[in-house]
């Protein structure tokens, strides 16, 4: 995303540009909640937190150098729910730590650190071993955040078997590089690539390469499209709010290059929802937490019936 995809509420101001129980649900026997790590291989674990019981299991992809728990903060909401504690009161929910994320200044990823920077492919191995070594069974619905959008889209698309549904919260899409003109992807490259305030010294802080990510997720929509499965696009109603000192070019391109990419998001497939929160800035999970989980609730239900 354009806006600090994680660090805290300082950084955020800076306009740091860092992109119920119901009727006929299927149930398991209860599983318990799971804080901790899990090994991948290679001498490297992630750090998860679980919790609720049924299926299918929704797994939250934050956005950019956010831990996991953004799902589940209330620090920075003004709202009493969390996305994690109301999802798992219908169905198996999980969050986790990408290396390099952080919670403010303070909570760094609690997962192995990895040298960056990274693509959104090398995420979606380190997504696709960790739901095996946990072990994740069944189907999965995936929820993405802005870059956690774009790794939950290329996560799909190599693995669509294993998806039966997916609900994107003010995702990246590959789109706005050719939404924007070269000389502003390039600065939002740069600003993305950049450290946080009061992060200088956490050398490990996430860096994605979003000119491999793209291509990327190009490669496998030209490969395989994304089959059919319930789909629901959150966008945000307002504006970033970044700081006038960008200058008003850059952000109205930025603003017009994002508004291009929720379309494109909502034209993947053809029974799509597209919902806009109009309350809400970026971080939709934090100003209107009740549409996110109203949307994964959605799409869970769907995928339910599609199982019967």
């Not at 990823?109 to 696709?128: F, K, W």
């Not at 319930?230 to 504006?239: E, H, N, Q, T």
Request: charged share 25%.
């Amino acid at each position: 995303m354009p806006g600090v995809d994680g660090g805290t509420k300082r950084a955020l101001a800076a306009g740091l540009l860092i992109a119920f129980g119901a009727a006929g649900v299927p149930t398991a026997a209860a599983a318990p909640p799971f804080a901790g790590d899990v090994a991948i291989g290679g001498g490297r674990s992630l750090y998860m937190e679980c919790r609720g019981s049924g299926r299918p299991t929704v797994m939250l992809e934050a956005g950019l150098r956010s831990r996991g728990d953004y799902w589940s903060t209330r620090a920075w909401s003004s709202q009493t729910m969390t996305v994690l504690g109301s999802v798992s009161r219908f169905t198996r929910v999980c969050e986790y730590d990408r290396p390099g994320t952080t919670m403010g200044t303070e909570n760094l990823s609690r997962s192995t650190p990895v040298p960056m920077p990274r693509t959104a492919r090398d995420a979606v191995a380190d997504l696709h071993a960790l739901i095996r070594a946990a072990p994740i069974r069944g189907p999965i619905v995936l929820v993405g955040h802005s870059t956690g959008g774009l790794i939950v889209r290329l996560y799909a698309s190599h693995y669509p078997r294993r998806i039966a549904g997916m609900v994107e919260v003010d995702a990246l899409a590959e789109g706005i590089q050719r939404a924007m003109t070269r000389e502003d992807f390039a600065r939002y490259y740069e600003l993305n690539a950049g450290t946080l305030p009061g992060l200088e010294t956490y050398t490990d802080l996430e860096i994605i390469d979003f000119h491999a990510s793209f291509r990327q997720m190009r490669r496998a929509k030209r490969r395989a499209p994304l089959r059919e499965i319930p789909l629901v696009v959150i966008s945000r109603g307002k504006p970033f709010g970044l700081p006038p000192e960008l200058g008003a070019g850059f952000i109205a391109d930025t603003e017009r290059a994002w508004r291009r990419g929720q379309r494109m998001l909502a034209a993947l497939l053809p029974d799509a929802r597209h919902w806009t929160a109009r309350r809400s800035g970026h971080y939709v999970m934090f100003d209107q937490p009740r549409m996110v989980i109203r949307a994964i609730r959605r799409v869970v239900d769907e995928a339910r019936r599609a199982e019967r």
